[in-house]
């Protein structure tokens, strides 16, 4: 504990100080998502030749996320849970450093100053983001850079939308709900993607080398990688000031890396703390109330996500498919499976500046494996928000969820109760 105090005392004065020297200087960086109520349903950085460099800028911000959590479980099965009380779960910091240092050349990092996985602070990854090529020299290729973007790092990949809404460790400012997806398709991994983007197309291939952990050891099996390959197609127009259409299809493919990560890469952790979890455990389950497939070497992965705004009301969507193999152990073969992901869900915003929401989402995740029974796994989640400033959001939700198919732990086993939240994005 008294690291975590530690670790955000030096935060919340790292941050008082850069936020008094740059605000004199503060400005939008281009082609940038913004950290705070601006950035609530943009996807991917918008895309604009407009250039206001004029000197290496550097922007400090972050977040600051805190739960109170209300939450109880049970199951049928022999094996005791442990017991959960009302209380607020451990508060969680990010910092971002953003710097622009071209024309159309930007950086970003993320660093994790607390969260649940570590008691330290740790880097999340960050990225080299390219839209111009004046560097080189000044048009050089702006007929094509008028539409494409590069960007190149150790960061989080672009698979699906989904990751666009989602709560990444305390910046859950664009996530309406408490609470990631079931089967939370999220990964950090060194590579390169190339967007193009033009009258509401959006086109983009990417490639990684798979893993989470860097190292150049060669495994068991004489190998110390292998690639991944990226692929997103779809398109995004404001149709007139009332109306938003998106829809996008997107693939994760693997030949062979030593272990997949696409579904058990987020270091920092579930929000539903401590749920289903064993009274006889001896370690903490992070992702508690998450679901991730035993695939181990290789795995196609599809999402498709429409999206829809219409005034105040919008829908999100995500329908996800995949395939692979899972690990050998001692007393298993590999086996192949498979497991498909549902999850719908409607947002109402209103009041000025729709200052405030009410919403619902559905979950239901399915997998199967040969020689094994299917299993299931569904979730209603209810959520309202209020922003208090376009950096303040307050919500509230209800959760619960529920298994099918399994036995032991998590025999009949569901979670339901009320987590409340309160965030700080800048």
Do not use: C
Request: no cysteine; aromatic share 14%.
């Amino acid at each position: 504990m008294k690291k975590y105090i530690q670790t955000l005392i030096i935060a919340i004065v790292l941050v008082a100080t850069t936020t008094n020297t740059y605000a004199q200087n503060s400005r939008d960086f281009d082609n940038y998502r913004q950290p705070d109520k601006r950035g609530i349903n943009v996807f991917e950085d918008p895309k604009d030749t407009i250039s206001s460099f004029e000197k290496l800028h550097v922007r400090m911000g972050g977040s600051f996320a805190l739960q109170f959590q209300g939450l109880d479980h049970e199951n049928s099965g022999a094996e005791e849970l442990a017991g959960l009380s009302s209380n607020f779960n451990l508060a969680t910091a990010n910092l971002d450093l953003d710097v622009a240092l071209a024309p159309g050349v930007r950086m970003h990092l993320r660093t994790y100053l607390s969260s649940r996985h570590h008691n330290e602070p740790y880097v999340k990854g960050g990225y080299f983001q390219v839209d111009k090529l004046d560097f080189i020299e000044e048009g050089f290729l702006d007929n094509i850079m008028k539409y494409t973007t590069i960007k190149v790092g150790h960061m989080e990949n672009n698979y699906g939308d989904a990751h666009f809404r989602r709560s990444d460790n305390a910046q859950a400012i664009y996530n309406p709900f408490v609470g990631n997806l079931i089967m939370d398709s999220f990964t950090t991994e060194v590579g390169a993607e190339v967007y193009y983007q033009r009258d509401g197309f959006i086109g983009m291939v990417g490639f990684t080398n798979g893993k989470l952990n860097q190292s150049v050891e060669e495994n068991a099996n004489g190998k110390s990688g292998g690639a991944s390959f990226l692929a997103k197609v779809g398109y995004d127009k404001q149709v007139n000031s009332d109306l938003r259409v998106r829809l996008t299809g997107s693939l994760y493919n693997t030949g062979f890396i030593p272990s997949l990560y696409l579904y058990n890469a987020d270091r920092a952790g579930s929000r539903y703390y401590h749920v289903l979890q064993a009274e006889s455990a001896t370690s903490d389950n992070f992702r508690s109330g998450r679901f991730s497939p035993s695939f181990k070497n290789s795995v196609t992965a599809v999402m498709i996500n429409p999206f829809v705004k219409y005034k105040g009301v919008e829908f999100f969507g995500t329908i996800e498919m995949n395939q692979g193999t899972t690990n050998a152990t001692a007393t298993s073969e590999a086996l192949d499976g498979e497991t498909q992901q549902y999850a719908g869900e409607v947002i109402y915003r209103f009041g000025q500046n729709e200052n405030f929401y009410i919403g619902g989402r559905y979950n239901l995740v399915n997998s199967q494996y040969d020689g094994t029974e299917d299993v299931t796994i569904d979730r209603f989640q209810a959520s309202a928000g209020w922003f208090m400033t376009k950096n303040i959001l307050a919500k509230v939700e209800y959760v619960k969820q529920t298994y099918d198919g399994y036995t032991g732990l998590y025999e009949d086993a569901k979670f339901d109760g009320i987590m409340v939240e309160a965030v700080i994005s800048f």
